[in-house]
């Protein structure tokens, strides 16, 4: 009788999971592992509302993988240790693990290869649609610039999403620990795991999506980045759905699919672009904590930006118009290193994703694959376009809820200004002052 483990890690799925897949069809009998690594901790990532989701995400895989037959073993340690340990246990023929595409997941690997040798199978596609390495120009590694890598993608063959497995034999006897628990910061959060993510998908036809996935206050984006940051839905068969529905909205929903793959193809080339500028940038930072507190919380004087950071602080969400808004003001209005706000958003961020939120961070802050690193996202056009009547400022700021209209947006100017709200940390006028009126940013991206 043969038996494989499964290490589960951004994959907590059972639809369309390549290393459960194989696992189940090479084996008897199947363990399914996930490892708390304290080194995540160590380095940060395990922020509270991610460690809340995650938790829950865990728990109903567990009961996935009861119905199925199964059950999720739980240990604690680092994780290729507390693998090798339980092949050992359990005389495995092989283990099973997704490919990952940041520094950590790579060295894990490698930690893996040199304790299981050539036990070890390690799955491509499973956190794409289109594995990282799947698609790259003739004379480097990956693309630098989205739209050539768009037209790649495009064209990149891409399998046929993987069935669950009809049942499964986990060995009884084994010993784990319990699953985790946490408590979140935010004072709600999307509900976890697989079932929760697959019926937000059915019920959220995105018909519209491709005109109001801007619109601040219609908030019509797909609130799908959480379970795609944990792998509760697959982005090959996600890609694969939204293009069967056709459509403007599908067609502008798969492309922030493809913007994600985008930047895990960048992060998977270059992981020190997690914590070093793609692109050096000439001159160095503005350093000033009090300027930093005040966007921090959202006391900035700029409503549309103050919104943003505290529908953040609130929720643990954001929307991603409102990223890029916040994230510019940081980076090209008050000229922070975009370091300590890519760190602020993680902290509070239910899909806070290293690959997206550095490199979104880094092409708002001039230093990433922005082929125009002078770009300024001015917070008052963008209030104008995005936010028109105000509706998300009077949400997330409700000191400014009585001022009318655009009014709101511009409360320095009014007679009937709060005398709590902050006067603008800078001038108002020289916060765009590199925006050609002409100029459009482009569509936002999956943070």
Not at 28 to 44: E, N, S, W
Not at 101 to 124: I, K, M, N, P, T
Request: charged share 25%; hydrophobic share 40%.
């Amino acid at each position: 009788m043969t038996l494989a483990v499964v290490l589960f890690t951004q994959d907590l799925r059972l639809h369309d999971n390549p290393a459960l897949y194989a696992a189940r069809a090479g084996a008897d009998q199947v363990v399914p592992l996930f490892v708390t690594d304290p080194a995540i901790a160590a380095a940060g990532f395990a922020a509270p509302n991610r460690a809340a989701f995650l938790a829950g995400c865990l728990a109903d895989l567990d009961a996935a993988l009861r119905r199925a037959g199964g059950r999720l073993l739980v240990r604690e340690g680092d994780t290729a240790e507390q693998t090798a340990k339980l092949a050992a246990e359990t005389g495995a023929a092989t283990v099973h693990v997704a490919a990952g595409v940041s520094g950590y997941a790579r060295r894990r690997e490698q930690r893996l290869r040199r304790a299981l040798g050539d036990r070890l199978r390690v799955h491509e596609g499973s956190l794409t649609a289109v594995p990282p390495g799947a698609v790259h120009p003739a004379d480097r590694d990956h693309y630098a610039v989205f739209t050539p890598y768009h037209r790649a993608w495009q064209q990149a063959p891409r399998r046929t999403p993987l069935p669950p497995p009809r049942a499964l034999h986990t060995p009884e006897g084994l010993r784990g620990a319990p699953l985790p628990t946490a408590t979140p910061t935010a004072r709600s959060l999307p509900d976890p795991g697989e079932g929760a993510a697959r019926r937000a998908w059915q019920h959220w036809h995105g018909d519209r999506y491709a005109d109001l996935h801007d619109d601040l206050a219609a908030d019509g984006t797909s609130h799908l980045s959480p379970y795609l940051h944990f792998g509760c839905l697959s982005a090959n068969e996600l890609a694969q759905l939204a293009e069967r529905r056709g459509g403007p909205g599908a067609e502008a929903f798969v492309r922030q699919l493809v913007w994600r793959d985008f930047h895990h193809q960048v992060l998977a080339a270059r992981p020190d672009t997690a914590h070093a500028d793609y692109r050096p940038r000439k001159g160095g930072w503005h350093r000033d904590a009090r300027e930093f507190e005040a966007w921090r919380d959202g006391r900035t004087g700029f409503p549309i930006v103050d919104a943003g950071m505290r529908q953040l602080a609130e929720t643990g969400w954001m929307h991603n118009r409102a990223r890029l808004i916040t994230a510019s003001f940081l980076a090209k209005s008050l000229h922070q290193d975009w370091r300590p706000g890519a760190a602020h958003f993680l902290h509070h961020l239910v899909d806070g994703d290293l690959a997206n939120n550095q490199l979104n961070w880094q092409w708002v802050a001039g230093t990433g694959t922005d082929t125009r690193p002078n770009r300024v996202l001015n917070p008052l056009t963008q209030a104008d376009r995005y936010d028109p009547d105000g509706a998300y400022v009077r949400r997330w700021v409700p000191e400014l809820a009585d001022l009318p209209g655009r009014e709101i947006h511009r409360p320095w100017r009014s007679p009937h200004r709060p005398a709590d709200y902050p006067d603008p940390l800078i001038a108002p006028e020289t916060t765009g002052h590199r925006v050609r009126a002409s100029l459009r940013p482009p569509e936002d991206t999956l943070f």
